[in-house]
Every structure is written in structure tokens, then in C-alpha cells.
């Protein structure tokens, strides 16, 4: 008795292959917005930490001086302004790691603001919440207009 040769064939069909590339590109097209946002909100992390940290050293400045320091290397940063990386470390504004841009404005005896400005691809990944503010009454910002941004950085909404 002969086996049909068709009957015998295994294999995955044409068909089977195509439902199979639709089925990840709709899950990776539900996928990949969430995780550009994961990304961006990780290092927007790194901002606002050492928004906060700066923050710390200037309220320790103004109790060692009676007055807010001008310049974050009176503070003990390595530059000013300070460039900072995905991890929270100083960086150079060239390196292609560097996410945020942090500097003193509105510096006088008693206030003070601190901007971080995003760099490279965070700029556009980040687009919705701009660059974040910190004020010596803790007043926290974005001038992107989402009003969650601290949040979402991983910190509390109060100071």
C-alpha cells in the first residue's frame, strides 16, 4: 500500500507563517509605545533626583552662608551646568548617554530655581513633560504641561 506523498509532508504552511508574523506585530505595536515611555520615565529618574539633591546641598549651603549658592560647583558638582547620564552620574553633554542638562536660575539671598532641560532623544521621548523645575519652596514643574510628571519620575508629588 502506498502512502500519499502529499498526506506525508510536514511543515509549517505559508498561512500559518503569515498569521503568526500578524500576531507579534500587533502585540509589539501595543508593546513598544509602553516601553519608550518606561525609558523616558526612567531617565527623567535621574533629573529629578538630582533636582533633589541639589536641592538637599543648597539648603545646606543657605544654613552654612545665609544665602543660596550661584553656582553648582559651590555645591560640590563637578561642572556648571551639570550634564547628567541615564544612570544619575555626570556625563558630557557630547556623550550619547546623557539625558539632562541641569542649571541655577533665579539665583538670589533667599531663592533660587533649578531647570533640568533634557538632551538628545530625550527631548523628543520626553516631549510631554519638557523640562523640570525645582524652587527653594520645593515648588516642583514641567514646562511640558503634563501635570504628572514628578510622578511618573518615580518621587512623590509633595516635597
Not at 32 to 57: E, G, H, N, W
Not at 62 to 88: E, H, I, S
Request: glycine share 6%; with cysteine; aromatic share 6%.
Amino acid at each position: 500500500m502506498r502512502t500519499s506523498t502529499r498526506a506525508s509532508q510536514k511543515g509549517v504552511t505559508l498561512i500559518e507563517l503569515m498569521i503568526v508574523v500578524v500576531i507579534v506585530a500587533i502585540i509589539a505595536g501595543f508593546a513598544y509605545p509602553s516601553y519608550v515611555q518606561y525609558v523616558a520615565d526612567s531617565k527623567r529618574t535621574a533629573a529629578t533626583a538630582t533636582l533633589l539633591q541639589i536641592a538637599d546641598r543648597q539648603q545646606q549651603f543657605f544654613m552654612d552662608n545665609k544665602a543660596y549658592a550661584a553656582d553648582l560647583t559651590d555645591l560640590g558638582f563637578a561642572a556648571n551646568p551639570l550634564v547628567v547620564a541615564d544612570d544619575g552620574t555626570a556625563s558630557n553633554a557630547a556623550n550619547a548617554d546623557s539625558v539632562y542638562t541641569i542649571a541655577l536660575s533665579n539665583v538670589a539671598a533667599t531663592t533660587y530655581t533649578i531647570t533640568a532641560t533634557p538632551l538628545h532623544s530625550q527631548v523628543s521621548r520626553d516631549a510631554a513633560c519638557g523640562s523640570m523645575t525645582l524652587d527653594q519652596a520645593g515648588t516642583r514643574g514641567a514646562t511640558g504641561g503634563a501635570d504628572d510628571c514628578w510622578n511618573r519620575a518615580g518621587t512623590a508629588s509633595s516635597p
